[in-house]
């Protein structure tokens, strides 16, 4: 045989491959692109991002009350005395804190679980900051908790636990608005999420 | 205002966020979610993913002959006494040089430009490794030259330099038949490449 028995034809060029193709969405053939570009680049920035990746997890903290990722310990919308911080808006994930702090809707502070329970990927309650959220309405001072998971059978479960595990505080429970979306024709619409509109039709005013 | 002034909760997951979005074809949303994966893998690994990005450029080595990535002085391709180093297949790229190596229908060895003449782009001549091939064939040995760059403006300009440059060596240039793409029908063939299939049709046999 006259052709390489490698498929790469250095072990440090198959190494960088393999770590960027472990990376969920990225293929082998971009990662292979990803290199050459990473090897076009000035050696200071490709150590630069190294140092990055390297030191990720320890540079990431965890806000200890909301678990939002932080520089400090609590974080800036927590720490924030114009926040109001009666009322709680449990999310999924940081991505989702972003969503809902770019709407520029939203006054209250922050529950992070980190997920949703969803046996099929072996991710149970137990996985989640469910019993900190308890912890944290049990302390009291909280009026109101707004769960903001995504509409989907893994999120209404976790809406389910979540209601059952805080039942006996009494605090008062509410769910993100579901209906149509703003700014598409109603013929586009499916009909669950249309259905839904007319059940929890609004007073116009 | 009651919300964020920054878009990021963290400085440490902007700056993550930043190295990821400077790689080609990655945005900042898609950097963000490659961030968040990161941070839900094991310390080891991520610290491992950073160490081999960090020492990438100092790992990675090119063959002195050819100019293709290799671990070692000379490549396994130009090192094989089995390949027939009077052939030399001129690619653009690493990439290339795998993707004639799948087909396995190569024994000759290559010489790797390191992309092609491009105005737009700013990349001359001086840029490639051009005079390296000249020298190459200068020092003798070598029969044939294949010019197997891409069949665009940008790889016929350099095809053209190439050919002229190694006029005064007298050796045999090739380049790699274009003509009609194998497996697809022929009512969807670019008027191009089947015109040029007919100007440069072969002996059926």
Known sequence: MYVMNNEYPSAALERAVSEFASLPGIGRKTALRLVLHMLSRP?????????????????IHYCKVCHNISDTDVCLICANPRRDSSTVCVVENVQDVMAIENTMQYKGVYHVLGGVISPM??????????????????????????????????????????????SHTGVKLSVIARGVTIGNNLEYADEVSLGRSIVDRTLYN
Chains 1, 2 share one sequence.
Do not use: C, H, W, Y
């Open 43 to 59: 050696d200071r920035e490709v150590e630069e991002f190294g140092r990055v990746m390297e030191s990720l997890k320890r540079d």
């Open 121 to 166: 990927n072996g991710i149970g309650p137990s996985d989640l900051q469910i019993s900190g959220l308890v912890e944290r309405v049990e302390a009291g001072g909280v009026t109101e908790v707004i769960l903001a998971l995504s509409p989907t059978m893994e999120g209404d479960t976790t809406n389910f636990f979540i209601s059952r595990k805080l």
